[in-house]
Structure formats: C-alpha cells, structure tokens
C-alpha cells in the first residue's frame, strides 16, 4: 500500500514538472523576448524638451520597444483633447493619460517601435497605425485640423464627450 502511494505521489510530482517545463517553453514561444510584459517607467519629468531627438526614451533595464516620450503631468496644467483623433475617445484618452501621455506632438513623435510599445501597454493591437493616431497627431500639433476633429468640436461625436 506504501508503494502504491509513494509512486502516485512521484507521478504526481512529474506531471507537475513536466506541466511547468511545458508552460515555460509555451511562453518562450509566444513571447521570446519578454515584450509581453508590461513596463512602465515614471522617470520622465514634464520639463523634458520635446524636440524630435528627446521623443524616444529607450528603457535601459530590458530589450523591449522603446517607450515614447511620457510625462508626469501635461505641460502648463492643460492637456490637448486627445479625443479629436480619430480612434481614440474618451476611455482610451483616460488610458493615455494614466501612463503619461497628454499632447498631440507626443503622440506625432511616435517611431514604429513606439506603436508597438503604446499597442502592448494600451491593450489594442494595431489600432494606432491603422488608425493612423500619429498623422492626425502631427496634423492636430501643427495647428491644423482633421474632418474628425471639426467634428469633434462641433459635438457631433459622441464617443468624444467628456462626462
């Protein structure tokens, strides 16, 4: 009966092992670079110059995307509204603003690798490029405007008013 017992229990523990050696190369595989982390740095200060070579900020402990200018506050107390790019409305913006990000030239400075790295941490793959977050962006910085930000200013978009 010991026997018995003492080999379901040394089963037991290999099933356990193989499973996590199993799981360990599963998650290798999907994320092989460990860019499906999440990673947040609150270092940058809201007096960093934005001119184009201070816009990306490369995280210096891990290999992943490069994260985008962030700041702790906008700049002067007041925010653009961001929610005049199409794409993003009011629940998105809230998610930018949480990690740091508060104008159009932020946003119009972005690299690929900053896409990428704005994608993983916001939760919607592919929708800034597809959306083209970045062209509205420099558009909207340079003081022009979209067809979707005429909209937005005159209240026809619903999804782009604040509660």
């Known amino acids: 009966m010991l026997e018995i017992a003492s080999q379901i ?6 099933a356990a092992l193989i499973g996590f050696i199993i799981g360990y190369l599963l998650g290798k595989s999907t994320c092989p670079d460990d860019s499906c982390r999440s990673t947040h740095s609150s270092s940058h200060d809201e007096h ?4 184009s070579e201070a816009q990306t900020i490369v995280a210096a402990t891990d290999n992943t995307e490069p994260e985008p200018l962030l700041l702790s506050a906008p700049r002067g107390g007041q925010k ?3 929610t005049r790019i199409k794409g993003i409305g009011v629940k998105i913006e809230e998610s930018l603003n949480t990690i740091g990000i508060y104008h159009f030239d932020q946003i119009a400075a972005w690299s690929e690798e900053n896409i990428i790295w704005a994608d993983n941490n916001l939760g919607f793959p592919g929708r800034a490029k597809r959306e083209k977050w970045v062209e509205q962006a420099k558009a909207l910085a340079a003081g022009k405007e979209t067809e979707f930000s005429k909209r937005v200013d005159a209240g026809e978009v619903s999804t782009s008013k604040q509660s």
Not at 9 to 14: F, G, I, N, R, S
Not at 48 to 51: A, K, R
Request: proline share 8%.
């Open 80 to 82: 653009d509204n961001l």
């Open 48 to 51: 960093t110059p934005h001119t």
């Open 9 to 14: 229990v040394l089963c037991l523990l290999l």
